[in-house]
């Protein structure tokens, strides 16, 4: 059974989340941030050195990166579910929006966090970090005009692993989706998902 660390109000969630909708069991140990600090507590980093979630164990096998590790538990345990093989209809938009989560919108959220907090200096890069976060979501919100999930009709995940920043991240600091109706569509029929409802119950998170 493979055994999830799990900090609160982090990536792991997605893990938990992937498990549920695959209907895999799995092991939770969980892990609180510091009251003050909000950074993970040292005892992640005996677990991997990186000291954060999540972290996997399977057998002898330890897994840092939500990525990598979502990647493992579909090709090990996945059956062919929650994504498309190549070659079939879907599948270059799966692995696009499945690598955008990390690879742009992530990096965007974080940057549009440090504009916010950084406001009143008035450093001429804080226009560019607002933009880029807000071509990020703008461009998935498009994608989500013409599709119900980022891959077509079904849930994949590359939905998990986008959820994230536009989820439970906005109870960090706020991301204005007044103004990305498809968005906060897609948002919605997440939140009626069991799985989801279960996975977020697990980590501990309000749904």
Same mark, same amino acid.
């Given at each position: 059974?493979?055994?999830?660390?799990?900090?609160?109000?982090?990536?792991?969630?997605?893990?938990?989340?992937? +498990?549920? %909708?695959?209907? *895999?069991?799995?092991?939770?140990?969980?892990?609180?941030?510091?009251?003050? &600090? +909000?950074?993970?507590?040292?005892?992640? #980093?005996?677990?991997?050195?990186?000291?954060?979630?999540?972290?996997?164990?399977?057998?002898?096998?330890?897994?840092?990166?939500?990525?990598?590790?979502?990647?493992?538990?579909?090709? &090990?345990?996945?059956?062919?579910? $929650?994504?498309?093989?190549?070659?079939?209809?879907?599948?270059?938009?799966?692995?696009?929006?499945?690598?955008?989560?990390?690879? &742009?919108?992530? /990096? #965007?959220?974080?940057?549009?966090? +440090? %504009?916010?907090?950084?406001?009143? &200096?008035?450093?001429?890069? *804080?226009?560019?970090?607002?933009?880029?976060?807000?071509?990020?979501?703008? *461009?998935?919100?498009?994608? $989500?005009?013409?599709? /119900?999930?980022?891959?077509?009709?079904?849930?994949?995940?590359?939905?998990?692993?986008?959820?994230?920043?536009?989820g439970t991240m906005r109870g960090?600091?706020?991301?204005?989706?007044?103004?990305?109706?498809?968005?906060?569509?897609?948002?919605?029929?997440?939140?009626?998902?069991?799985?989801?409802?279960?996975? +977020?119950k697990a980590a501990g998170n309000?749904?």
């Open positions: 059974m493979i055994e999830i660390h799990h900090l609160n109000m982090s990536q792991s969630e997605r893990i938990i989340w992937l +498990m549920e %909708e695959l209907g *895999l069991p799995y092991a939770l140990k969980a892990y609180a941030r510091d009251s003050v &600090t +909000m950074l993970a507590p040292p005892e992640l #980093a005996e677990v991997h050195p990186l000291g954060f979630a999540p972290v996997i164990r399977d057998g002898d096998l330890v897994l840092a990166e939500s990525g990598a590790i979502a990647e493992y538990v579909l090709e &090990t345990y996945g059956e062919g579910r $929650l994504r498309h093989a190549p070659g079939t209809p879907g599948y270059a938009d799966y692995l696009f929006w499945f690598h955008y989560a990390n690879g &742009t919108l992530m /990096p #965007a959220t974080m940057l549009g966090f +440090m %504009e916010l907090q950084l406001r009143d &200096t008035g450093h001429p890069l *804080l226009t560019h970090f607002r933009a880029r976060m807000d071509r990020s979501i703008n *461009l998935l919100d498009s994608r $989500l005009g013409v599709s /119900p999930y980022v891959a077509g009709a079904d849930l994949t995940a590359a939905d998990i692993m986008l959820h994230f920043p536009l960090m600091f706020p991301i204005d989706l007044s103004t990305r109706p498809h968005i906060t569509a897609w948002l919605d029929r997440i939140a009626e998902r069991p799985a989801y409802r279960r996975a +977020m309000a749904v």
